[in-house]
């Protein structure tokens, strides 16, 4: 699996970060002073890269969270089925069938980028 373990002190907005076994990118971080007898904590509010799901980590900011390493790569669109384009991978060459989001309108030879991560993948705008 493509990731590494980072403290929580060490993440930022904007960045991912994997919760409850799936990637996120952080929405919303934030820390609470240590208190007498305890360490500072971090609260972080994220939503799913592949799933759209909104999920929260609360940790001490010392502790060790695991970050996937999501890869954006370019693609050219070969074909258009209904929902379904089917992609080339501009590097490798190789060819896979991903869903085209709502709004999003691709016609053979459209070059996209998209986001991929343990064989999941998805269109960025």
Not at 10 to 21: H, R, T, W
Not at 53 to 81: C, E, T
């Amino acid at each position: 699996m493509p990731r590494e373990q980072k403290q929580v002190r060490e993440l930022q907005e904007g960045s991912y970060v994997m919760m409850d076994s799936s990637p996120c990118k952080i929405n919303h971080y934030s820390t609470a002073k240590p208190g007498k007898h305890g360490s500072a904590k971090a609260r972080v509010e994220g939503k799913g890269v592949f799933d759209e799901k909104k999920r929260s980590l609360s940790q001490p900011v010392d502790a060790k969270v695991w970050v996937p390493i999501i890869q954006r790569k370019q693609g050219q669109v070969v074909s258009v089925s209904g929902d379904d384009a089917q992609v080339m991978d501009l590097d490798t060459y190789e060819t896979f069938t991903m869903r085209i989001p709502e709004g999003e309108d691709f016609t053979s030879d459209d070059n996209i980028e998209y986001l991929e991560y343990e064989g999941q993948r998805k269109v960025v705008g």
